[in-house]
């Protein structure tokens, strides 16, 4: 069989404050476009489908609108798991009467353990796990870290092989070995107990992974990520997107890029040099700046907005701390604000005024204080 | 045909701070047990499923888990629509799945000219709606109020009436001539521009009504409100709570009461009369208490608590401001501050420290003072 592997969708993820939900159907309409030009047998979408456990409005409307059109539309198969940025619980909202129209979303490690079969292949389908919840699965306080977890889960899952299929494992974590791309999961600690090592997948065909944004973060022949289908942070500027197809009998694995809607460029050079509009195609475009000019020069940001209106972080190679930190701080701040006034607005059914929002910024930077 | 007429679930309420979650199961169990026995042809529910628009987790998997058992355990068709209280597009997630197994769940207005037709009745599933949702779906600003509103969807949805069927209407909106509840819904005005007369819903052989949560509220022979199934504030506290069981052919709707899994009293008396334990299977009940001491008695809600471990308020007939307001006022703010901490760790994935929910709180109240 023949399936189409991706993940870390994130619908609803913005870049600082530009959202992305119509990048987002553009990519996906690629990915839909070589589903149906490579005629896979069933779409695998590895976790991270949202990117907050609690997504907006217009985030719900659209993931639900892109499986609606590959599964009941286009009658693909899918195959996906709740990642470390969903909500199982939210998620899970449907899932039986998905699995009616071949839609198999697994949001609980119970469920991990009872295959998917499709054709020659087997999938089991693990979706993000804490290892209390293995633990408790397997009545046993001695699993120590994610490797043992993991372990013990691979074996648990070879009692249900059947021998004469392909196994693939569809899961979200971080595999050792792999690099660490900086902004996408800050909670990960590289090597440590949270990894697992790609020996304990040996039993398997294929491990379709997610978690990791970039592709090119594990160099094995068969546990791969697909990686994010865009770019979300300035820190994935230079990776290439796209999905793997992989064919089961005989096994292979192709990479299949994805054009990007709006690109993040480096820039670097003089404010002179940069002061000048990119071409037309381009100026919607993504730009993180760095200045190389000594001297100051008031009001920069907005200067350079009237050439590039969507910077997401402009940094000074000589007076680097300031004008950094203050961007970062703000981002910082921003996020939870954002969720605050979006989590207000949609519970009160009006926005905050903006003397609410100016106490409700200073109680929040109070709050993150508190934290460290 | 026979169905079953629900409204007003409001799974994941709160009376002041305990949770009915564990009630709503029960009551469900009750609805489930009488559908069953009197083996309807489907069940219809009138909005407001959720209690909020941003319902917890815990709230989210018990209300998946009630519709799944009626739709795809005990195979009952179900009719469904949002209220005000639910978010149409989180609610409206996986409709479109439902509607394979005979759910149908209508959460757009766009929908509800699209009749359901199950067996000799054509049902018209219209959401909760606000004025100028309707003024767009016929692009037309001259409309007034709800009223005129309403006037134009039942003609429009009178083009599709099949003559051969009976016509039934599943809505959720405040009925003219109904008697408001104090505490149920806040934003009514009565007869005001908010209301719908019943002479526009003529046309319809039944009207399933959700919204109010007094069935009484309405006295008419075709145009009901079910109420809700549970009551789920003091002023509800005399409310006999049930569901219809309606026939189309020939035309009956009879009523069927369901019990309280913990009732509401409404105690009254001097304190030296009231401070005995309840008999055993009313001691988990929930106590509204009006004290008609003269004399300050110290400490006296925790006093009382010892007998009636959930008292949802409690009044002094002669200090009757001072008590009362503060215990109103701690409602007010404790509904935000609960909001906000469940929101945080949903969303951050650990609760908050005790230092950031004061600060949360003191946010909070200053955010609310601001409101006024």
């Known amino acids: 069989m023949r399936f189409l592997h991706t993940a870390d969708w994130h619908i609803g993820k913005t870049l600082n404050d530009f959202s992305l939900l119509d990048d987002q159907l553009a990519t996906f309409k690629q990915i839909e476009a070589i589903a149906k030009d490579r005629q896979v047998d069933a779409i695998v979408i590895a976790g991270d489908l949202y990117d907050r456990s609690v997504p907006n409005e217009a985030a719900v409307k659209l993931l639900n609108q892109l499986l609606q059109e590959l599964n009941l539309a286009d009658h693909f198969p899918l195959l996906a798991i ?5 909500s199982a619980a939210r998620l899970s909202t449907g899932t039986d009467w998905f699995a009616y129209q071949s839609f198999f979303l697994n949001t609980n490690i119970n469920d991990a ?18 290892i209390q919840e293995v633990r408790n699965y397997f009545n046993d306080d001695k699993i120590k870290n994610v490797n043992d977890a993991m372990a013990r889960i691979t074996t648990e899952m070879g009692k249900h092989f059947d021998p004469d299929k392909r196994h693939v494992l569809v899961a979200h974590f971080f595999a050792a070995g792999s690099k660490r791309t900086a902004d996408s ?18 039993p398997f065909d294929y491990v379709a992974l997610g978690h990791l944004h970039n592709r090119n973060a594990l160099n094995d022949k068969k546990v791969k990520y697909s990686g994010s289908p ?3 942070s300035v820190s994935e500027a230079k990776q290439e997107k796209g999905v793997w197809i992989v064919d089961t009998a005989p096994f292979k694995a192709e990479w299949v890029p994805l054009s990007p809607v709006h690109d993040i460029h480096l820039l670097k050079g003089r404010f002179a040099e940069l002061a000048t509009k990119p071409e037309e195609a381009l100026r919607e475009d993504f730009y993180d700046i760095e200045l190389t000019d000594q001297e100051r020069i008031p009001d920069v940001l907005n200067k350079l907005r009237e050439y590039y209106p969507k910077i997401v972080s402009l940094h000074r190679t000589h ?7 203050n961007l970062s701080k703000k981002r910082a701040q921003e996020s939870p604000l954002d ?6 607005s949609q519970t009160m059914g009006n926005d905050l ?9 200073k109680a929040l930077t109070q709050i993150m204080k508190g934290e460290e």
């Open 353 to 361: 005024t903006d003397r609410q929002k100016k106490w409700a910024e």
């Open 319 to 325: 007076q680097a701390k300031q004008v950094q930190l």
């Open 113 to 130: 353990f009872t295959p998917v079969t499709i054709k020659d292949t087997q999938f089991f389908l693990l979706p993000f796990f804490g």
């Open 230 to 232: 865009m770019k979300f």
């Open 82 to 86: 709740s990642g470390n940025h969903d």
């Open 185 to 202: 999961e800050t909670l990960i600690e590289v090597g440590g107990l949270s990894a697992v090592t790609t020996d304990v997948l040996a």
């Open 339 to 344: 969720l605050l006034t979006d989590f207000y």
